[in-house]
């Protein structure tokens, strides 16, 4: 279910916003100071994730987002919060926790690069998503062994579908050896299986290793995807250094000489896109919202023009909406056809003295 158009309507008590979605994967979203671009993508991060505090302190009166689905939501912002669910003409009442299994929402603020801790006490996003990667990869490396099937659960498959089962489940297992992660494979059994390995004694086996490599590639995969791409989309951008996984799971910077430096010393740019790449690969589920705001912050030309096209590519990879408001036409780029104005009535009153930002 992916958004199609947002309005709102009397934005600081003086001027209606809209915009309608492209409807590929990405949408860039532009318009001169003043006009309500981070406040409208906050106002929809908060709705879809059930915030109804933070809608309530916003200066609107309504906003209506609709969908692909032909639903559409409603914000009515007076006298409280009150969020209505339209479809097919009929209106009824949501609430906060219906809204939170609704939606999957990730808002990337152009606050990005410090993260507050549950302390209350502000640190480097960049130190806290290495140590999360870290985490993670070590968890998988523990559960490495096999899940044993139930008699029930053991699959059933003729030689020929065994061959190509096991096929497709080493080339999954050879990509995930590129991010470090194996599973524990038993002795005796040859990998990937011959047909007439299959036709003897041992294949009870080969039924159990088929179910257990299944659920490992079931809980691991995305993991060892999301280690792999994150790598090769900042590698491909650093000048003379790498990003690499050490042995000990660390995320650690390598220069071309083989000198090792601590992640803090990066770049403002070089941690902007570690950061982004990380909230989008390890910390938002697939098929959500993504909304990015100011995805330029301290980024070379050159790199504002490359990251259109890798949002473009991850949104495919991971089935997600991306709408990415910013001020740069170079991170539009070349992709003007994927651009919407936010355009705004009565915006700018000078003589009122207000202006919709």
């Given amino acids: 279910m992916k958004i199609r158009t947002i309005t709102i309507y009397g934005l600081f008590d003086e001027c209606d916003s809209s915009v309608s979605l492209n409807q590929g994967p990405v949408t860039f979203i532009y318009s001169s100071n003043g006009f309500g671009k981070s406040i409208i993508m906050r106002a929809v991060v908060a709705l879809l994730k059930g915030e109804f505090d933070v809608l309530s302190s916003m200066p609107f009166e309504r906003m209506d987002v609709n969908f692909s689905s032909d639903m559409t939501l409603i914000v009515e912002n007076h006298n409280g919060t009150n969020v209505l669910v339209q479809k097919n003409e009929l209106e009824q009442p949501v609430d906060e926790s219906e809204l939170r299994r609704m939606f999957q929402v990730t808002y990337i603020s152009p606050e990005r690069q410090i993260v507050r801790k549950k302390d209350g006490h502000y640190v480097p996003a960049i130190s806290v998503y290495a140590a999360e990667m870290r985490d993670r990869i070590r968890y998988a490396k523990d559960n490495g062994s096999l899940l044993q099937p139930e008699d029930s659960r053991r699959p059933d498959l003729s030689d020929g579908e065994f061959v190509l089962l096991f096929k497709d489940l080493k080339a999954k297992l050879d990509f995930m050896k590129g991010a470090g992660l194996e599973p524990e494979m038993p002795s005796g059994l040859r990998f990937p299986p011959e047909r007439h390995d299959l036709s003897t004694k041992k294949r009870k086996d080969y039924q159990d290793l088929a179910f257990g490599l299944n659920d490992y590639i079931r809980k691991f995969y995305q993991l060892a995807e999301s280690i792999v ?5 900042v590698n491909e951008l650093l000048i003379k250094k790498n990003i690499e996984i050490n042995e000990k799971d660390n995320l650690t910077v390598r220069l071309n000489s083989g000198k090792e430096l601590p992640l803090i010393s990066l770049s403002s740019g070089e941690k902007q896109i570690m950061v982004i790449m990380y909230r989008l690969l390890f910390q938002t589920e697939q098929g959500s ?6 995805p330029e912050n301290s980024l070379h030309v050159e790199w504002q023009q490359k990251l259109g096209g890798i949002l473009v590519d991850l949104a495919r990879l991971r089935d ?24 705004a009535n009565n915006a700018g009153n ?8």
């Fill in 229 to 233: 791409v994150f790598k090769d989309i």
């Fill in 289 to 294: 919202l993504v909304v990015l705001d100011e």
């Fill in 320 to 343: 997600l909406q991306f709408i990415i408001a910013t001020h740069s036409p170079q991170i539009i780029h070349d992709k003007w056809d994927m651009a919407r104005e936010l355009k």
């Fill in 350 to 357: 000078t003589d009122a003295g207000r202006h919709c930002e």
